[in-house]
């Protein structure tokens, strides 16, 4: 069991696909979960169909959604930290791993859950994962946490091999689909949202397994 888990990631909605189901199992198991996301996510291009938001009005209700997604899977410590969305490769190193080092020296998880460098598509993705693990990688030996990334770009196998990790969090689907169904403006695919019907098997085949690869420190 962990003591404390700390999330990092750039944008709301990063947590619903790959790793809602694995906080909604440590919640229940007792474990709090502190969620850093760095950006409120205000550059997407998707505003909702039919559009129910603008470029003004984007990052309220995507904060609104980040919000009722970490209802949905339980977490109650959400911190938002202000970062500009698309950019998170280009801001102060400095200021970024400060403001990570000091959310693990306040929290000291055991665990801390983020993007694996490189193998995460979206550059804020990897940046995101970078900066984690530069600022893990800064502490003493003895102080750091383990790391759980989450990998998915094409060719992320070859590279870094079979993800170690794997939750079966089938008992945890309906708080995950909730987390994924909270980020309206974001997945339009009916299927996700709720108007296809699904039996509970296809989504358990879908969407019942998480995986990780744990970060090996040089
Ligand atoms: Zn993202």
Redesign the pocket.
């Known amino acids: 069991m962990e003591r404390h888990i700390l999330v990092v ?3 709301p ?2 947590e619903s696909f790959g790793i809602a189901g694995t906080l909604a199992m440590h919640l229940n198991n007792g474990t709090p979960v502190t969620y850093a996301c760095l950006t409120l ?1 205000e550059m997407g291009r998707n505003m909702g169909i039919p559009p129910f938001a603008t470029r003004v009005t984007l990052p309220e209700i995507r904060k609104q959604e980040l919000e009722a997604s970490c209802r949905a899977i339980g977490i109650k410590d959400l911190r938002m930290l202000g970062f500009h969305d698309k950019m998170i490769e280009f801001e102060d190193q400095e200021l970024l791993d400060s403001s990570i080092g000091a959310l693990i020296e306040e929290l000291d998880p055991s665990l801390v859950i983020t ?1 694996y460098p490189g193998y995460a598509v ?1 550059p ?2 990897d940046a995101c994962g970078e900066a984690v693990v530069r600022t893990i990688a800064g502490l003493p030996e003895a102080k750091r946490p383990k790391v759980h990334c989450v990998a998915f770009s094409r060719d992320h196998e070859q590279a870094i091999g079979r993800p170690d990790v794997e939750n079966d969090i089938r008992d945890f689907l309906k708080q995950k689909m909730s987390s994924i169904q909270a980020h309206r403006s974001q997945f339009q695919a009916a299927e996700l949202l709720g108007k296809k019907k699904h039996t509970d098997k296809e989504l358990q085949a879908r969407f019942g397994k998480e995986h990780f690869w744990t970060y090996r420190f040089e």
């Open positions: 990631l750039p944008h909605d990063d996510g993007f979206h804020d993705h």
